[in-house]
């Protein structure tokens, strides 16, 4: 019995070594369907969430506890392609804001529906044409990729949403976004037209300067 438990050890050990190379190999991202191919099975899955080893994000989709980001951004990337990190999310990315929101506020094409991942907690908002498009960047938050809008389009949709948001938390970011070196009031006006929020955008720039 002794012999049988030792043998099972290793094996357990063995499989370890194999999902630890899997995950260094797949950016410590496990998608269960590659996951078979490679030939795990998921019953493993279960065993290293329950030891906190891996976290799940959505139904097929797990990441390795060490690669977490403390904003949770690249997990919302991985989980919903098609999300921006927008508004305070953004305005955090940025420090143009001392609000830290409960939830990751994320931009998805007006059309498209989703199901919220298990982790992390997203607040959603939808945005048809040009909103959705309208300065979306690629940046990288701890190492690894992700979409979000740059400053100034930012800017326009706190303004936007600033009754949503809060007053105050607009009023900070207009403040903030004035004292960033590299700011673009031309590019801030320019998009501000686009977005139909030119009058309260010039109404915010009035008070702020």
């Not at 936007?160 to 004035?178: C, K, M, P, S």
């Not at 998009?191 to 300067?209: A, D, F, N, W």
Request: glycine fraction near 6%; charged fraction near 25%; proline fraction near 5%.
């Amino acid at each position: 019995m002794c012999v049988r438990f030792y043998q099972d050890q290793i094996m357990e050990n063995q499989t370890k070594k194999r999902i630890d190379e899997y995950l260094k190999t797949h950016g410590g991202v496990i998608r269960t369907s590659d996951f078979q191919k490679a030939g795990f099975h998921n019953t493993y899955l279960s065993e290293l969430t329950k030891e906190g080893y891996i976290v799940r994000l959505k139904a097929g989709l797990y990441i390795a506890a060490e690669t977490q980001t403390v904003s949770g951004f690249y997990e919302i990337q991985l989980a919903l392609p098609n999300a921006v990190i927008c508004l305070a999310s953004a305005l955090t990315f940025y420090e143009m804001s001392t609000y830290e929101p409960s939830s990751v506020h994320i931009a998805i094409p007006r059309d498209e529906r989703i199901l919220p991942p298990d982790f992390p907690p997203i607040r959603r908002f939808s945005f048809g044409n040009p909103r959705y498009e309208l300065g979306l960047k690629q940046e990288k938050i701890e190492g690894h990729p992700i979409q979000i809008y740059d400053r100034e389009k930012t800017i326009c949709d706190v303004i936007r949403y600033r009754r949503v948001l809060g007053q105050d938390i607009a009023n900070e970011a207009v403040r903030n976004y004035l004292a960033t070196p590299g700011s673009d009031l031309d590019q801030l006006l320019l998009y501000s037209r686009l977005l139909r929020v030119e009058g309260p955008m010039k109404q915010h720039l009035r008070i702020m300067t």
